[in-house]
C-alpha cells in the first residue's frame, strides 16, 4: 500500500498581467493580444466606451450624450441627496427614495462580487435628485415615468450625477440607467463610471411587464427574485404573477393552510409568504 503526503499552503492570490485586451472597432468590442508596451483595456470598459448607445438598456426614447472618457470611483464615497431647489418629499416617497440609493449602492459594490477585490481610491459620486411630483408613491397606468439624468466632472474632481424626474419611479428608472454606466474594471480592480454624459427618457409604452406561470411549473423564490431584479434593470413596470390554478396552489395562505396541503405538487414545493423589498 503506498501513501501520499501533501503539504498545502495557502498563497495570497495575485493579478497576473493580462494577454487579452478588448479595442472598439465599428461600434463593437474585438479581443486583440496585448503587445509589448500596450495597457490592456477591459471588455466592460470597452463596451461603455464604444457604440452609440454603448451599454444602454432599454434604448433612451430622448437625447443621448456620451462621453469618451472614465472616471475612478470610490465604493465608500457614494452619496444621495435631494436637491436644495426642490421640494421636500412626502414620507413614503422619502423612504422609496432611500430605499433606491441604498440598493444602487449595494448593487455598485456588487459588481466586483465574485470577480476580485475592489481598490478603495477613487473620486467621490454625487447623485443630486429633484423630483417634481413629491407625493406619489403608488404606481399606476398613467404615471409619469420620465427622467433627465446628466453626468458631470465637478471643479474639485467629483463626479455629480443630476437627475430631474417627474416621479419617484422616473428617478428610480434613471439610477438604473446611472448604474449601466458603472463598471468594475477586472483589469485595474477598480469601480469606473462614464465621466460625461447626457440622456433624457421616457417609455414608449405604458405597459411594460412579465406573466410568470408557478401554478403549472413550480419556480422557487429565489428564481422569482432574479426575475424581479431583470425586471428593476429592464425598466419594466407590470408583473402579473399567475401564482395559482387547478394544477397546484403553490401560495401559502396563513388562514387555509389546506390549500397547500392538498394542492402543492409535494410539499417543497410550497412559496412561504413573506415581504421582498
Partial sequence: MVFFSFNITCVPQTNPSPVWTWSCRSDRCEKQLVVEGETAQALDACKLLCGEYRVLWPKPTGLVQLGTSIAIIS???????????????????????????????????????????????????????????????????????????????????????????ATFFGFRHALETLLQLTIYNDVTQELQILDKALITDSPVFPHRGILLDTARNFISVESIKRTLNGMAASKLNTFHWHITDSHSFPFEVESYPQLTQYGAYTPSKVIITQRYT
Avoid at 421640494?87 to 432611500?98: G, Q, Y
Avoid at 449595494?106 to 411630483?133: F, Q
Avoid at 404606481?139 to 437627475?163: A, V
Fill in 75 to 165: 465604493q465608500h464615497a457614494i452619496t444621495a441627496e435631494l436637491s436644495r431647489s426642490g421640494r421636500e418629499l412626502s414620507p413614503k416617497v422619502a423612504e422609496l427614495f432611500r430605499g433606491a440609493t441604498k440598493l444602487f449602492r449595494d448593487n455598485v459594490v456588487g459588481l466586483g462580487k465574485g470577480v476580485g477585490p475592489i481598490r478603495s481610491v477613487g473620486r467621490s459620486l454625487l447623485i443630486e435628485a429633484t423630483i417634481t411630483d413629491t407625493e406619489t408613491a403608488s404606481f399606476k397606468s398613467n404615471t409619469d415615468e420620465s427622467y433627465r439624468l446628466e453626468i458631470s466632472e465637478t471643479t474639485n474632481g467629483r463626479i455629480n450625477s443630476s437627475i430631474v424626474a
